[in-house]
């Protein structure tokens, strides 16, 4: 099982300035899928005590299939789980009528299949990855038709921004509320870079980050459609 891990480095000046007005940190996983109608999450979330000179983001290829009672994917709605069942990559959870789960082997590859086929109730559904501390964090929302089948294959890609705004984890989001930075963990799954309040992020140049400028959507940088993941399955 693979681990990863984003590092941040700030000066002190820009953790008192942060911490001084109010700023917290704000996490998002990238996904793949067949699927559309669906929006990234807050993954993670740090803010006061948890913002230091050094602040570390690890997390491990550890997954949960999740259902959820939410009736629309709306900017700012918190998407809380139902029901959520481990699931690897490579597996399906397959949905009830009752919204119970039940996870077997088979499913397209590298990805998470949500099968809804047995059942005509819609579901809102997505998959949560398991930080460094062994919590679960869910990262994506799409709708799950009645009779309907999703596959999700997340991506070793986070977005990462400071922000003034109090926002949970599991919410929303479709537009960066700061200043933020794509990082690409795919070739490296170890990456430090540095934050100043001012200057932003700076990744020295390399081809692993892309700057994303505030208030720039982020749907599309974090739900990348792919077609082939149907054909997969």
């Excluded at 009528?97 to 099968?115: M, Q, R, S, Y």
């Excluded at 089948?149 to 990462?160: C, G, H, M, S």
């Excluded at 960066?176 to 070739?187: K, W, Y």
């Excluded at 934050?195 to 982020?218: E, K, M």
Aim: overall charge negative.
């Amino acid at each position: 099982m693979a681990n990863f891990s984003v590092t941040i480095t700030m000066s002190q000046t820009t953790v008192g300035a942060l911490k001084n007005q109010r700023f917290s940190l704000y996490g998002f996983k990238a996904v793949q899928t067949s699927q559309g109608g669906g929006a990234p999450l807050v993954w993670v979330t740090a803010s006061g005590t948890d913002l230091l000179p050094v602040v570390e983001i690890d997390w491990t290829e550890s997954y949960q299939a999740f259902i959820s009672t939410a009736k629309a994917i709306d900017a700012n709605t918190v998407i809380h789980a139902s029901n959520s069942a481990k699931c690897d990559l490579g597996q399906t959870t397959k949905v009830d009528k009752n919204g119970l789960l039940t996870v077997f082997n088979g499913g397209a590859p590298h990805a998470i299949t949500l099968d809804n086929s047995g059942s005509t109730n819609p579901w809102t559904c997505g998959i949560s990855q398991k930080l460094a501390d062994g919590t679960s964090s869910p990262m994506c929302a799409f709708p799950l038709n009645g009779s309907g089948v999703d596959i999700i294959a997340p991506i070793e890609k986070v977005l990462l921004f400071f922000a003034t705004a109090a926002v949970d984890t599991g919410t929303v989001i479709e537009q960066a509320l700061g200043p933020g930075v794509i990082l690409d963990l795919t070739s490296n799954p170890n990456l430090t870079v540095h934050y100043d309040l001012n200057d932003g992020w700076d990744f020295g140049g390399q081809a692993f980050g892309t700057v994303v400028p505030a208030n720039s959507p982020i749907i599309d940088l974090l739900v990348v459609h792919n077609d082939a993941l149907k054909l997969a399955a």
